[in-house]
């Protein structure tokens, strides 16, 4: 494939490989996973970083390889497990498609990482840019990605003023990451700054590996690049390594480019939740399989209708369960779930009738802590007082504040 391009373009490639390749050589991120080349761990980090900062996954990460250091591990581990370890990241269907990937991996590669680019892509859950980046990065494959921060950089630099989700644009883009890490595989011996000892030691590379390591270099040199300094917003130019060749900076583009489509307007959706306490003990529910944030704890809720004034006007036996005597405002938690801008406004509830028996699990402070709750659901429970020892006070009392979260993930 032959990158159409005019003027400073004309070598853009070899260019972009040699100078990504030695920016990234002294300015890659010291990450938990760029110190090792068990493909284990660097998936475990591409499912998570799918549409998560890498500043929030590296606890995450750290914590699921404590707990889950093999494949094995991860296929064995109870679904209950697995939502705690995930909870708070979002996307929770990512971790059932791991748990189903290791699954496959123990029947049908005898519980190796498998290196064939087709059955890495035939893993449940993994798509062309993360079987691409595993391969790569933990095989040194000659293997191209492409995400937001990737596609960021090329149409910047290439001034591609088509919409990249746009098929013939998306392939454009994907031959313009392939004919450039097949390069970066064909070159590395010819670099004038080899990688340095810190490097290959952050990388998970090895001194006699080098030579093969490019192809992982580069790919993380193109994710670094979108990441640190070509951002959506006021992307730092003057100190990009190769502004010198990026058309949208010498045309004035950047804050044009991607020039991504009108994007979805975001509804709003209002929901009440009602925290109803019966001897130290809250009444939460379970989602069902098949729903968003499925198999996740929350607070009994309803969705109500923006001309709605009340809870007490909304909430009946069939649209919540049961029938409350008493509600008092607790705390409003505002947060987003893909197009949807949702307001959840948590209510302390009385049941009207102590002995009806409504739907759902009595848990008490410290089951409600082992479970794993939706993003909105845990801010209600982080609410909660502390509990107290002291038997002159309550030990689940509330704290009756209001607190308004934005969070975009679900």
């Not at 008490?364 to 006070?393: C, G, M, V, Y």
């Amino acid at each position: 494939m032959a990158v159409h391009a005019t003027g400073n373009q004309q070598h853009a490639v070899p260019n972009l490989v040699t100078k990504l390749l030695s920016w990234f050589s002294t300015h890659a991120r010291d990450l938990p996973w760029r110190r090792t080349r068990d493909p284990y761990a660097i998936w475990i980090s591409e499912s998570m970083l799918q549409q998560t900062q890498v500043k929030t996954v590296i606890p995450y990460w750290e914590r699921w390889m404590r707990e889950l250091p093999t494949i094995r591990a991860a296929a064995q581990a109870s679904p209950g497990k697995l939502h705690k370890l995930w909870e708070g990241l979002g996307y929770y269907t990512r971790v059932r498609n791991v748990q189903k990937a290791a699954q496959q991996i123990i029947a049908q590669h005898e519980g190796r990482f498998p290196e064939n680019f087709d059955d890495i892509l035939a893993l449940p859950g993994v798509g062309r840019y993360t079987a691409g980046a595993i391969a790569s990065i933990a095989f040194h494959q000659p293997r191209p990605i492409l995400d937001g921060n990737v596609v960021r950089v090329l149409t910047r630099i290439f001034g591609i003023t088509t919409d990249p989700r746009e098929k013939k644009t998306n392939a454009q883009l994907w031959r313009i990451t392939e004919e450039l890490v097949h390069y970066a595989s064909r070159i590395t011996s010819t670099l004038r700054s080899p990688p340095s000892a810190e490097l290959l030691r952050r990388t998970g590379a090895t001194e006699d590996g080098h030579h093969a390591s490019s192809c992982s270099r580069l790919n993380q040199s193109l994710m670094e690049l979108g990441a640190l300094i070509c951002t959506p917003r006021s992307p730092r130019c003057e100190l990009c390594p190769v502004n010198h060749l990026c058309v949208a900076r010498h045309r004035g583009w950047q804050a044009e480019l991607p020039k991504i489509g009108r994007r979805e307007t975001a509804t709003a959706r209002r929901f009440i939740a009602f925290v109803v306490e019966r001897r130290g003990r809250f009444l939460v529910r379970q989602r069902p399989a098949g729903v968003v944030n499925a198999h996740l704890w929350e607070f009994p809720n309803v969705e109500i209708g923006a001309r709605h004034s009340g809870p007490q006007r909304v909430v009946t036996a069939d649209s919540a369960g049961f029938h409350f005597t008493e509600v008092k405002p607790f705390t409003i938690i505002k947060h987003s779930i893909t197009r949807y801008r949702i307001t959840l406004a948590a209510h302390r509830a009385e049941l009207a009738n102590s002995r009806s028996k409504p739907g759902g699990h009595w848990l008490s402070r410290s089951q409600l802590a082992r479970r794993a709750f939706s993003s909105a659901h845990k801010k209600i429970l982080a609410q909660f007082e502390p509990e107290r020892r002291s038997p002159t006070r309550s030990a689940s009392k509330l704290r009756p504040v209001t607190s308004r979260i934005g969070d975009r993930r679900s």
